[in-house]
Structure formats: structure tokens, C-alpha cells
T-cell receptor, first 114, second 117 residues
Framework: AQSVTQPDIHITVSEGASLELRCNYS??????LFWYVQSPGQGLQLLLK??????LVQGIKGFEAEFKRSQSSFNLRKPSVHWSDAAEYFC????????????FGTGTLLAVQP | NAGVTQTPKFRVLKTGQSMTLLCAQD?????MYWYRQDPGMGLRLIHY???????AKGEVPDGYNVSRLKKQNFLLGLESAAPSQTSVYFC????????????????FGPGTRLTVL
């Protein structure tokens, strides 16, 4: 069965520092991978997605993610974090079925220090 | 274009009471989903629908019922609320999987925070 692991429950970075959030997936075929962000009290917003092709995916708000099949990873990166990036980040994998169902990781809560 | 909206935003129930959460989308999406979000557990799928008049169980369906009488609306019902159903509930919608086989993006509503005492 498909699964997603986000090893880091909570991460704190300084404003202006680089960021990498880890995501590992378990899936038999080529996965459909997503990163969503949830600001406090808000719904989930799509940051980026990978379906196929170029393994480095660009998203909104200056985020990017790299799909590495050999490591079963889809880590999210940002070169310089802004205070407004403080939020919870969820990685998800599509189940590959006809219903577009997603399997979510447990999330990583990002705090940004001034 | 409001996207996905949810009603109500907050609700407090007593054990045994019933209620219905409403999800509406104006994007003409075929597929709709209900999730619950609990601390440390991410989002878990409760029920979903691939079209008007059709529903199916997700990962955690017990204690919930759903209906999709209109394409734009997806209702989540709790017949007899329990404290274990205290959670934040999210609705999402998407287009069908493309003819090329790509899973499509799910668009989320703002959530309903439910507390069951």
C-alpha cells in the first residue's frame, strides 16, 4: 500500500536561511507527488506537484522540489525563508487509481525565527 | 469564483447530537472528498464521490454518512456525534483523472472545526 513519511514533525529556521523539508514515499509505480501548505486556521494550498518529466519541479512562493526515484524522496526546498513561510507543510502521493485519492504525510510544522 | 466553501466554520456539539457539514464548489468538479485532520496524523479520507449520486468509503468512514445530490454540493453527516469525532474537517474537489492518466489536483476548502463534548 502507498504511504508517505515526513520524518520531521517540527523545524525551526532563521529568516533568510535555506530550507529543506523531507518527504519519503512508498509506491510501486511512478508516483504522483504533491506538496501542500497550510497556514494557521486556513485550508490547504497547493505548492507544487510532480507527475512526470523533469525531476526538479518549481512551485509557487519560491519553492521547488526534487523527485529522486532511487531514494523514494520528494524533498521541498526554498533558498531563503521569509517569516510568512511559517506554516504546516504536507507531502502527499496520489494513489494511482481513477478517483484521484491522495495519501498524506503527517506534516511538518515550520517556525521561522527573526 | 469562490472555489470550495464549507459551512459552518466552527461548531460545538454534545455527545449524541447530529449535524451536517456542507461543502460547495463552483469549479464544476466531478470529484469531491471529505477529510478529517487530527494532530500528528495528517489528513485522512472519510468519504468521497466521483459524481452526482455516487459516494464511496475512504479510510475512516465509521460514524459518518455522506450525500451528493447535486454536483456542486457534498454533505457530511454525523448521526450521533462522539468525542472521538472532534477534529477539523476539510472538503476538497478535483476534476477526473485525465485521459492521459494524470491524477489531478485537489482544491481544498477552509475547514470546519468541530468539537464534541
Amino acid at each position: 500500500a502507498q504511504s508517505v513519511t515526513q520524518p520531521d514533525i517540527h523545524i525551526t529556521v532563521s529568516e533568510g536561511a535555506s530550507l529543506e523539508l523531507r518527504c519519503n514515499y512508498s509506491y510501486g509505480a511512478t508516483p504522483y507527488l504533491f506538496w501542500y501548505v497550510q497556514s494557521p486556521g486556513q485550508g490547504l494550498q497547493l505548492l507544487l506537484k510532480y507527475f512526470s518529466g523533469d525531476t526538479l519541479v518549481q512551485g509557487i512562493k519560491g519553492f521547488e522540489a526534487e523527485f529522486k526515484r532511487s531514494q523514494s524522496s520528494f524533498n521541498l526546498r526554498k533558498p531563503s525563508v521569509h517569516w510568512s513561510d511559517a506554516a504546516e507543510y504536507f507531502c502527499a502521493v496520489g494513489d494511482g487509481g481513477a478517483t484521484n485519492k491522495l495519501i498524506f504525510g503527517t506534516g511538518t510544522l515550520l517556525a521561522v525565527q527573526p | 469564483n469562490a472555489g470550495v466553501t464549507q459551512t459552518p466554520k466552527f461548531r460545538v456539539l454534545k455527545t449524541g447530537q447530529s449535524m451536517t457539514l456542507l461543502c460547495a464548489q463552483d469549479m464544476n468538479h466531478e470529484y469531491m472528498y471529505w477529510y478529517r485532520q487530527d494532530p500528528g496524523m495528517g489528513l485522512r479520507l472519510i468519504h468521497y464521490s466521483v459524481g452526482e449520486g455516487t459516494t464511496a468509503k475512504g479510510e475512516v468512514p465509521d460514524g459518518y454518512n455522506v450525500s451528493r445530490l447535486k454536483k456542486q454540493n457534498f454533505l457530511l453527516g454525523l448521526e450521533s456525534a462522539a468525542p472521538s469525532q472532534t477534529s477539523v474537517y476539510f472538503c476538497a474537489s478535483s476534476r477526473p483523472r485525465t485521459s492521459g492518466g494524470n491524477t489531478d489536483t485537489q482544491y481544498f476548502g477552509p475547514g470546519t472545526r468541530l468539537t464534541v463534548l
